[in-house]
């Protein structure tokens, strides 16, 4: 089971949350790899669902989701990555998951589908492709619980940033200012040990981790989360205020 979160000098450090990508864990050696990440602190772990429609993958399905949940206890984070976004939100929710964010791009009718979503007591989010303008959730924003911003296209692992997510995920914070809201800005893609203290210090809350940062071939898991709250560090030193 999940050990206490790790505690930092920095207080704030601790709010910054690490979601490891579970797609790019050992699918082989999951169990030995959600245990390894336990012991480092870790209690969220983050699930990219895909239909092969929206995106073209399927990495993980729905049947892995729930024989994991049988072993551990921590948050699930659902990415939805689907057309039919309402039969999927249905089906995690029945296995027991702490917070889903589906697509703007994807969802036909969005409002409906938050409101599904916090139907079940589970946190709605949510996702923005690269492209996509945050004006894309005005008229939800009443119904979110977090915001996850994209920074690479969707559906593949290892890829490159998008350069102008960066300044995205500033102008997600303001936007969110603007209007009151106070809601953590997840981001996810090319992750890297490189791009956290920028993604930190635009104004990320949570880290989806992959294979550049936690499952980094160079480190074992426990290596790569040390590495990553240096870097956590490193970009609240920049931000300058609460994370």
Known sequence: M?????????????????????????LCNLETDIRELEKSGINLLHFDLMDAHFVPNMPIGLALIDQLRQKTDCDFDIHLMVENNDFFVEAVAD???????????????LDRTLSEIQGHGIKAGVALNPATPLFAMQYVIDRLDFVLIMTVNPGFAGQKLV??????IVDCQAFLNERGVNIPIEV????????????????????????????????????????IHQAISLGLAKRGCDA
């Open 95 to 109: 296995i027991g998951v702490q917070q889903i964010a589906v697509h703007a791009e994807a969802a036909t009718h």
């Open 2 to 26: 999940p050990t206490p979160e790790r505690q930092h000098p920095n207080t704030t450090e601790a709010k910054i949350r690490i979601a490891p990508s579970v797609m790019c864990a050992d």
């Open 188 to 227: 996810d893609g090319n992750v890297s040990f490189q791009n956290i203290p920028k993604m930190v210090a635009a104004g990320a809350d949570i880290l989806v981790g992959g294979s550049s940062s936690v499952f980094h071939k160079t480190g074992s898991r426990s290596e790569n989360i040390e590495k």
């Open 163 to 168: 350069p102008a997510t960066l300044q995205k």
